[in-house]
């Protein structure tokens, strides 16, 4: 009988068993065993070990954010993934660690999540372009937690250099990162002239003499910005 992907909501998501695994050897749990069971042939493995780094996000964010440098590399392949149950599984963990304000909203986490911005948001980026909706929905979902609430500057810069300069020139993505990116601004940039706010300039001065999709946004842009300043 062939095995189907069941999806567990957030809500849905129960805290390990007192006897699991994972409260016997934390470390090792999320460094060597998921380094094997995320890599594995056996699709369903690799969800089940995607879902128990979705409890570890919900339940033990700072066991998560101790191991993150570890983990991100393997969490970019998983959303990499051709297949789409184990990409979008991944696509959902990454929404909930850019959403979880215990993660985030934790200096001290918000430093190694570093790691994770410069291994996830450019696929993320790549995966709002994919085909299949439910995969490119959780992927615009997931940047836009991961904007809203790690504005860090490593944010800024893969937007610009992964996104809005990207390489295939796509101007559905670099639309999306327009926005993206000022969102991103808006929410970490003090108004004093930074290198954010340099970079920021230099986007909007390319965005206006660019297409008309996307100078209409960067036009958009300025009038937020000229808003924040006035602020």
Same mark, same amino acid.
């Given at each position: 009988m062939a095995k189907v992907a069941t999806y567990t909501s957030y809500d849905e998501l129960a805290n390990f068993s007192?006897?699991?695994?994972?409260?016997?050897?934390k470390a090792s749990y999320l460094t060597q065993f998921m380094n094997v069971a995320l890599k594995d042939e056996d699709w369903s493995v690799a969800f089940k070990a995607i879902d128990d780094l979705r409890i570890t996000n919900k339940y033990h964010p700072a066991e998560l954010a101790e191991n993150i440098d570890y983990l991100a590399p393997l969490i970019k392949a998983a959303v990499d993934n051709l297949r789409s149950n184990i990409s979008k599984n991944a696509l959902t963990l990454c929404n909930e660690i850019y959403a979880n304000k215990s993660m985030t909203g934790e200096l001290k986490y918000a430093t190694q999540l570093k790691t994770f911005v410069r291994n996830t948001v450019p696929s993320l980026l790549q995966r709002t372009l994919a085909d299949k909706v439910f995969i490119n929905k959780e992927a615009k979902e997931a940047l836009s937690q991961c904007v809203k609430n790690l504005a860090v500057p490593e944010t800024l810069e893969v937007l610009? *250099?992964?996104?809005?300069?990207?390489?295939?020139? *796509?101007?559905k993505l670099t639309e999306l990162c327009y926005?993206?990116?000022?969102?991103?601004y808006c929410k970490a940039a003090p108004v004093e002239v930074t290198e954010s706010t340099i970079m920021l300039l230099q986007l909007l001065i390319e965005g206006i003499e660019s297409v008309p999709r996307i100078k209409k946004v960067s036009v958009d842009m300025l009038k937020s910005l000229k808003v924040r300043i006035e602020e």
């Open positions: 007192e006897d699991h695994q994972f409260h016997q050897q610009s *250099n992964e996104g809005l300069r990207n390489k295939q020139n *796509n101007m926005t993206m990116f000022l969102t991103a």
